[in-house]
């Protein structure tokens, strides 16, 4: 049987372990995890420094064979959000119902992909006054669930974020 | 004669260069250029690695000494704006109609100070949607003049950006 | 209730994935983690450049408060294996039989606690020969589970070696 | 109408500010700004680690094409004066009578070009003896002007520099 | 008269010194030095950032050519041993009577050599239990010679190790 | 009996071979070298990188302690230049006759200290102007001992110059 398939998508400055608990916990899983960046296999570092690659550019991503999203902070969001494409990926994830991870600055790119309104979530304290003015309820607890929306504030979370994340996709 | 005060609001990361053209530009120009950090006299470092000091803690500026602030981009708004201090002098000088000059993601720092409303201004492409959800319209040209609030989009706008600057000054 | 307590081991240079996704899985899966190093509350640096801290000095553990032992790869077992201290902990927690983690280079502190003596392990291959003339039998699979002794190769085995690490504490 | 075009000749590990400032400067200034290096195009970076990229190679320069000269301090001058293209590029200028800028320890390119005998200027004073040797009469001032010569010390005298240097143009 | 020929195996992170006082001192001692390492006339960086050129790929090198090896310590060792070329030339040299000089980590290379049993020799007291697991008999030294085996702790012990290698090659 | 002292005068970012190849052999060759700077003890890094400690601080050293002196390139003689006694220290060993050995820009440091005027020597070529206008004879070879005073070019110089050198403090 066929493993369901996750997308996380990221770029240069992703917060290290934002990027790399969630991609390695969905593994632990049982999950197919693609990591999507720019460009197909290219070379990205992490905020901190940590090496990685990414699978596949976003460019040949088809949204709807992901039963989930994950998206990481750090300053990858500062770059992301700029993308079309990312933003038509979110949304058509987001239309599906399927569950969306966000952390610390991830919710800059659910901001331009423009699905926070009415939603009830968390991030890195820094965004609150733009995840505010997007039209969501901005609350300070270690992870918000509101329908398919998971989001939680920082490195410190990963572990609530998670166990969140993964019951959101067993439901 | 004693010199006219221009205040800088800064932290560790801003970009190198929207920081320091107008520092030594504001000099150069005849102004007294106070740098505030949250820390008097601490070491920081650009974004880019150009190490530099700030002259004074935030917490000791009394706004009213100021004819202008400035505001770099780079990664510092992202530490600036959740400062209640800094926001309080933005605010202060924005109530008194003084020119304030942000650049590229300066604008996170006036979002959160709550001064965009109705305004129009210009920044880095990347927060045009937290510019336009905090209520100002958005244009993408080298600076924006709109009232006292001065705004230009990067590096490369630098000398358009200080000129406007100075004449929104001396006006 | 109190929660089970798991002890990491660790210094500068550590690996930072197997070092950081073994902390959060721990915490994640329900167990109070302890990370120590020489210093308690140094500051450390991953061999990526990853920051942490330690929570508190080796010198100030009872081995017998803990349920299970951690080592990170990377450059830190090299350093760990000088302590005697570090030595005398991993014995202990062996002699208990209580779970104890090794992943890429952390077999080095094994070897050198004199605990792989006629053990079933793996390891980065840069060190099976020191592996084998520790008296152990060396294997290249992702994970290996011998008694109390579980042993990954490198961060890409990650998920197979916290699920093996989990049941084992479970047992 | 044509801008006027000044020329600055660079390296890698310019002092950063004391490349770019004046580079902006002289764009706010009116002027056409060709950055020169010893290939078109090449990335560099300053010894501060901003990054920057040439416009040109100097061997692809007619020296009768710029009104003005400028080169910046840090390590790059070390480099610079070893290229008989660039010592011939700052001699045809000085012979022009055009003004030339130097700050810091640009002074050695301006020595390697022969063109500091009889002259009166300051530099850092770490290469204060150099200048002497070469036949300049050394002065401890924020900025210098002897004939088409504008010297400064350090990034503290870019408004001063800078300030002379239009003044020297405009003449 | 043509020169003797000493190998110097190497890699990237090498001990910066251990590498390069010997590569230079034996060229000071009048032999020809060829540093090789996976691919010919690549750059490496030194632990503590020297940059070097191998001179040519060890897949090139026949060990016959040369009286005399050298390993540098440093973290080059733990990639080195993974090479059946590597382990091959330190075998063929070492089964011809020829030095063979090894300081700090480089141990870890004879180790996976299979030339250790038997010998007495010293080594950075990190991999002690390495080397004694190996079958040889370590000492606390600043050089040991066993035979046509030279070994040092560290970089302190470089004049020491490099007197005893230099002796051992004239006899 | 007492062995015989070299000094070594050194500061930040000393070209990291030129500094510590003479150090450590002058060590092999039977001396005591002190390693001094502008603090006793104090940490400093290498132009590439290597950290190294001074053992004293220039203030506190005898001149006529030392029957030697060396000065490595890289940046460091920028700085030591602009030392008093720094300058003074040069010149009562050269007065005495003493060797004195210069390697690639440590020349700026003994132009300073007014000790070149007649000499024949060489360097790296960037400082050739400096040297000609320092009133010394300039020539393009590997090392040139003139009197007491020895000098070479660059790295690949060391073995060269070392041999040179060892070779005037025997005479």
């Given at each position: 049987?066929?493993k369901?398939?996750i997308?996380i998508?990221?770029?240069?400055?992703?917060?290290?372990?934002?990027?790399l608990y969630p991609y390695y916990r969905m593994i632990e899983a049982g999950y197919d995890v693609v990591m999507?960046?720019?460009?197909?296999?290219?070379?990205?570092?992490?905020?901190?420094?940590?090496?990685?690659?990414?699978?596949?550019?976003?460019?040949?991503?088809?949204?709807?064979?992901?039963?989930?999203?994950?998206?990481?902070?750090?300053?990858?969001?500062?770059?992301?959000?700029?993308?079309?494409?990312?933003?038509?990926?979110?949304?058509?994830?987001?239309?599906?119902?399927?569950?969306?991870?966000?952390?610390?600055?991830?919710?800059?790119?659910?901001?331009?992909?423009?699905?926070?309104?009415?939603?009830?979530?968390?991030?890195?304290?820094?965004?609150?006054?733009?995840?505010?003015?997007?039209?969501?309820?901005?609350?300070?607890?270690?992870?918000?669930?509101?329908?398919?929306?998971?989001?939680?504030?920082?490195?410190?979370?990963?572990?609530?974020?998670?166990?969140?994340?993964?019951?959101?996709?067993?439901?």
């Amino acid at each position: 049987m066929e493993k369901e398939k996750i997308l996380i998508l990221t770029d240069d400055y992703a917060e290290d372990l934002e990027l790399l608990y969630p991609y390695y916990r969905m593994i632990e899983a049982g999950y197919d995890v693609v990591m999507a960046s720019d460009a197909g296999g290219r070379g990205l570092k992490g905020k901190n420094g940590v090496p990685y690659k990414s699978d596949v550019s976003w460019e040949d991503i088809d949204a709807a064979e992901f039963v989930g999203l994950l998206i990481p902070g750090g300053w990858a969001p500062d770059k992301l959000r700029r993308y079309d494409k990312v933003k038509a990926i979110v949304k058509e994830i987001n239309d599906a119902g399927k569950p969306i991870g966000i952390i610390c600055h991830a919710g800059w790119v659910t901001i331009s992909a423009g699905i926070m309104k009415g939603r009830k979530a968390t991030s890195t304290p820094a965004i609150k006054d733009d995840m505010e003015n997007a039209g969501c309820t901005w609350v300070n607890e270690e992870v918000v669930v509101d329908g398919n929306l998971v989001s939680s504030r920082a490195p410190m979370d990963l572990p609530a974020y998670m166990k969140a994340f993964i019951k959101a996709l067993e439901e």
